[in-house]
């Protein structure tokens, strides 16, 4: 099973931040937070990991809670094709396959 | 574009067929995963291989499942005497063995069973 919750659908209005909410209070020190999403009929897109540390990339940053038992993931200025399901996924770096649960699908509202 | 690819990206066939499937992974990237996705679920894992070595198989991968990756490059996907349950979009994926092994997703292969 999954080792995280999260909303199962959330609405941002387009050019707003869209921040996603992931609870993983049994996380394991040596486990990651990641974060993938899902556009329709493609395959997940990697988006950004963290351990400890607040993370930030080119698409996304991402936010440990000092406990590290939540996170959220922030997409600055949402546009329209931002619209998919956002996986937040916790595995030891070097495990071998992904648990996914079922997400949170995002619509960007124009 | 130098991602992950997967051939066919659809495929339609009659149950009781057999069909195969192709990943290619990131070049330098030594971990292929296979996962296969039902329409409102997440991926689920099947299985994956280290070089050519299939390290661990899930038991969603029947006895009518098979995979290989015999020069540790490219892999196969079959299927056997396909099933309409077998009907899902089939994702490949790769990973690098050094630094924290993020894995990078194909486009997928959608498979429909009549």
């Known amino acids: 099973d999954a080792k995280t919750t999260q909303p199962p659908s959330m609405d941002c209005a387009e050019g707003r931040a869209a921040n996603l909410p992931c609870n993983h209070s049994t996380i394991s020190g040596n486990e990651y937070v990641y974060w993938y999403r899902q556009i329709h009929s493609q395959g997940p897109q990697y988006i950004i990991h963290g351990l400890k540390n607040n993370e930030t990339n080119e698409m996304a940053s991402l936010i440990i809670t000092e406990d590290r038992k939540s996170s959220t993931l922030i997409l600055p200025h949402a546009t329209l094709r931002d619209t998919a399901v956002y996986y937040c996924i916790v595995r030891v770096g070097a495990d071998d396959k992904i648990i996914f649960g079922k997400g949170t699908r995002l619509h960007i509202l124009p | 574009d130098t991602g992950v690819s997967q051939d066919p990206r659809h495929k339609i066939t009659k149950r009781g067929q057999n069909v195969t499937f192709r990943c290619d992974p990131i070049s330098e990237h030594n971990r292929l995963y296979w996962y296969r996705q039902t329409l409102g679920q997440g991926p689920e894992f099947l299985t994956y291989?280290?070089?050519?070595?299939?390290?661990?198989k899930s038991r969603l991968l029947s006895d009518r499942f098979s995979a290989e990756r015999p020069k540790g490059s490219f892999s196969t996907l079959e299927i056997q005497r396909t099933e309409q349950g077998d009907s899902a979009m089939y994702l490949c994926?790769?990973?690098?063995?050094?630094?924290?092994?993020?894995?990078?997703f194909g486009p997928g292969t959608r498979l429909t069973v009549l």
């Open positions: 994926a790769s990973s690098s063995l050094f630094g924290t092994d993020t894995q990078y």
């Open positions: 291989f280290q070089n050519e070595a299939q390290l661990e």
